[in-house]
């Protein structure tokens, strides 16, 4: 069965405090892994597709890494405008575009 | 421009009333799904849209109600809820082949009441 399992659930940090968050998953045949970052009663806001293993992107202080059974969200100096919520989501294989989420990181960064 | 746009923001309606949500995207995607999600809690599928045709539904009960009119909108028809239904409903979009990115929406919150 797909599953994804994201840690920690919650992460506080200083501002300029670096740190990562983690995304392990199994799934049958991975046609993506994806990054979200969502505001409190807000969608997800898309940040980054992963496909093979080895793959990395960045974007701002952000950047995403893929190993065959877990993802990293590497967070370099955050800012307290980065607080939300972190989600990861697997497609694996199949007829669907289903998507299947992790649980959530909640990151605070405090001033 | 990656854009969903969800109406209403904020909707309250009572067990008897019959309501619906709307959502438009414009950038060409085929793939169309409701999602739904309570607090502190990941999304949950509900319906997938692929080229206009009802591709999955995940079980869900049949006072919810789902149609896309056309490629770029999909509605979802509401009737006869119950308060454990109040939840952020989010629609969302996508190429139709698989590994490709899905664009949500601001989602519609709902209060059952």
């Known amino acids: 069965e797909d599953q994804v399992t994201q840690s920690p659930e919650a992460l506080r940090l200083q501002e300029g405090e670096s740190s990562s968050l983690n995304c392990s998953y199994t799934?049958?045949?991975?046609?993506?892994l994806f990054w979200y970052r969502q505001d409190p009663g807000k969608g997800p806001e898309f940040l980054f597709t992963?496909?093979?293993a080895g793959e990395e992107k960045e974007k701002e202080r952000l950047k995403a890494t893929l190993t065959k059974k877990e993802s990293f969200l590497h967070i370099t100096a955050p800012k307290p405008e980065d607080s939300a919520t972190y989600l990861c989501a697997v497609q694996g294989g199949g007829a669907t575009n289903k998507l299947i989420f992790g649980t959530g990181t909640l990151l605070a960064v405090q001033p | 421009d990656t854009e969903v746009t969800q109406t209403p923001k904020h909707l309250v309606m009572g067990m008897t009333n019959k309501k619906s949500l709307k959502c438009e995207q414009h950038?060409?995607?085929?793939?169309m799904y409701w999602y739904k999600q309570k607090a502190k809690k990941p999304p949950e599928l509900m319906f997938v849209?692929?080229?206009?045709?009802?591709?999955i539904n995940e079980s869900v009960p049949s006072r919810f109600s789902p149609e896309c009119p056309n490629s770029s909108l999909l509605n979802l028809h509401l009737h006869a809820l119950q308060p454990e239904d109040s939840a952020l409903y989010l629609c969302?979009?996508?190429?139709?082949?698989?590994?490709?990115?899905?664009?949500f929406g601001e989602g519609s919150w709902l209060t059952v009441v």
């Open positions: 969302a979009s996508s190429q139709v082949t698989g590994g490709n990115t899905i664009y």
């Open positions: 799934v049958s045949g991975l046609r993506g």
């Open positions: 950038m060409g995607h085929r793939a």
């Open positions: 849209y692929s080229y206009e045709k009802l591709s």
């Open positions: 992963l496909y093979s």
